[in-house]
């Protein structure tokens, strides 16, 4: 593997994560105030 390619994947993965991050954080304050 190139190193480019190395750093595509590991761009994939941190935009993933970060996604991911965000759906949770939007989900979990949506129903905290959806409870409240």
Do not use: P, R, W, Y
């Not at 994939?12 to 970060?18: C, K």
């Not at 996604?19 to 409240?36: D, E, K, R």
Request: no cysteine.
């Amino acid at each position: 593997m190139e190193n480019k390619e190395v750093l595509q994947l590991t761009k994939v993965d941190l935009l993933g994560s970060a996604g991911v991050a965000m759906a949770l954080t939007t989900l979990i304050m949506f129903l905290s105030s959806a409870l409240v």
